[in-house]
């Protein structure tokens, strides 16, 4: 329909979760008509991203070391990791500012539909962590939906036999939502009250 660039630019941005077809043409003529170094700086950011950031080798979360700012924080508790879904729920844990441990991101939760089970999630090296670790608590911090609970249970299941103490955020999350669409108040008392499993 439009010259093949933009309609690459097009094809590309409507790839990017959240965005539809509307949006990712009105994203490419702003792009079309923006001055040439707003263009060229959001490439570079880009760019820039994909090279120089990776993955925590202790808990997932991203970094531009081989461990992230946390993990490498020593005012941190050693002994207690709060496990969540994906990247994106850190900083939402952390503007609580009432968890003080460290963090496990899985990549995932468990979903048989989907066909992820725990082989695709990054439990290997949860357990791995709480031998090595001496890890006495774990906070399933996973989303208050079907596939986060079955998650959840799935972890204190195999960590209780461990002597590890597992618990579950409180309640205040909405069941069926995310973790990052919860305000910080919501999610501090969340943590406050979690309960074991």
Do not use: W
């Not at 992230?68 to 609580?96: G, Y």
């Not at 972890?155 to 002597?163: I, Q, S, V």
């Amino acid at each position: 329909m439009f010259e093949p660039p933009v309609q690459r630019l097009i094809d590309e941005l409507s790839r990017l979760p959240g965005i539809g077809a509307k949006s990712a043409q009105r994203l490419a003529f702003y792009l079309l008509n923006a001055d040439e170094v707003d263009a060229r700086r959001l490439s570079d950011a880009i760019t820039d991203m994909r090279s120089s950031v990776h993955l925590c080798a202790r808990c997932f979360n991203v970094t531009g070391d081989v461990e992230c700012s946390i993990c490498s924080d020593l005012r941190r508790d050693t002994k207690l990791v709060c496990v969540v879904e994906r990247v994106q729920d850190i900083p939402v844990i952390e503007r609580t500012q009432e968890f003080r441990g460290r963090y496990h991101v899985l990549g995932g939760a468990i979903s048989p539909i989907a066909g992820i089970g725990p082989e695709q999630l990054r439990m290997k090296e949860l357990f791995g962590r709480v031998d090595n670790e001496g890890i006495e608590e774990v906070i399933a911090a996973t989303n208050p939906t079907l596939e986060g609970d079955t998650t959840a249970l799935y972890l204190a299941r195999l960590l209780k036999p461990l002597g590890v103490k597992v618990t579950r955020l409180a309640s205040g999350l909405p069941v069926g939502g995310d973790i990052d669409y919860a305000d910080e108040i919501t999610l501090g008392r969340a943590l406050t009250g979690r309960q074991e499993l």
